[in-house]
């Protein structure tokens, strides 16, 4: 009978020891989680940011490009054949 009662303790010892791992187990798990979700709305913060800024951009140069004053027509210079040729 002593046997027995040293076989459960034993049996109780372990599993508590595994059970208090598993709780560590999943207590880390959850952080990871709520650390990856707060990097990935984070993220998605800065990317919409980003796209709206580019886009802002895009409509600035694109409206610069029609309020530009023409580029000015090169002349064509004459070369030293025609100027002896006239």
């Known amino acids: ?25 999943s207590t880390v798990k959850q952080m990871i989680a709520s650390e990856r979700a707060a990097t990935e709305a984070k993220t998605a913060k800065l990317r919409a940011l980003r796209l709206a800024k ?21 002349k064509k210079r004459a070369t030293a054949k025609k100027a002896a040729a006239k």
């Open 1 to 25: 009978m002593a046997d027995t009662t040293t076989k459960n303790a034993a049996h109780a010892r372990a599993q508590n020891h595994f059970t208090a791992s598993e709780q560590r187990d």
């Open 54 to 74: 580019e886009e802002l951009d895009r409509e600035a140069a694109a409206e610069a490009a029609l309020n530009a004053p023409p580029a000015p027509v090169k």
